[in-house]
Nanobody, 123 residues
Framework: VQLQASGGGVVQAGGSLRLSCAAS????????MGWFRQVSGKEREFVST??????YYANSVKGRFTISRDNAKNTVYLQMNVLKPEDTAVYYC???????????????????WGQGTLVTVSS
C-alpha cells in the first residue's frame, strides 16, 4: 500500500492541527493504521493506532489526540489538540497487515510508511 501524509504545519502552543494519510494500492479496511513521530537524532515514537475498530494512544498524547479512519475514502486522520512544543516532530503514517495487539507500538510491526509531514509547535 502507498501512503501519502499531509496536514503538517506551524502552530502555536495550545493550537490544533489535523493530519491526513491517504492510502492506495491495497485493501485499506483490513490494515492496522498508525501514526508515529520522529525528532532528529531520536528513534521513531509511537503516537496512535487504530486496529479493528479500537484505538490506542501513547500516554503523552492521550486526551489530546484522536485517531480516526474513513474506509470509504481510504484515509486515516490524526486530530491533534492542545499542542505542546514537545509535539514538534515529523509525523509518519503507517499501515500494517500482520500487526498484532502486542506489537502496535513497534515501528517494525508495520509494513508501509508514508513520507512524513512536519509539525512545528511554537511556544
Amino acid at each position: 500500500v502507498q501512503l501519502q501524509a499531509s496536514g503538517g504545519g506551524v502552530v502555536q502552543a495550545g493550537g490544533s492541527l489535523r493530519l491526513s494519510c491517504a492510502a492506495s494500492g491495497r485493501t485499506f479496511s483490513s490494515a492496522v493504521m498508525g501514526w508515529f513521530r520522529q525528532v532528529s537524532g531520536k528513534e521513531r515514537e509511537f503516537v496512535s493506532t487504530t486496529r479493528w475498530g479500537a484505538t490506542y494512544y501513547a500516554n503523552s498524547v492521550k486526551g489530546r489526540f484522536t485517531i480516526s479512519r474513513d474506509n470509504a475514502k481510504n484515509t486515516v486522520y490524526l486530530q491533534m489538540n492542545v499542542l505542546k512544543p514537545e509535539d514538534t516532530a515529523v509525523y509518519y503514517c503507517a499501515a500494517g497487515y500482520r500487526t498484532i495487539l502486542t506489537t502496535i507500538q513497534l515501528a517494525r510491526a508495520y509494513d508501509s510508511w508514508g513520507q512524513g509531514t512536519l509539525v512545528t509547535v511554537s511556544s
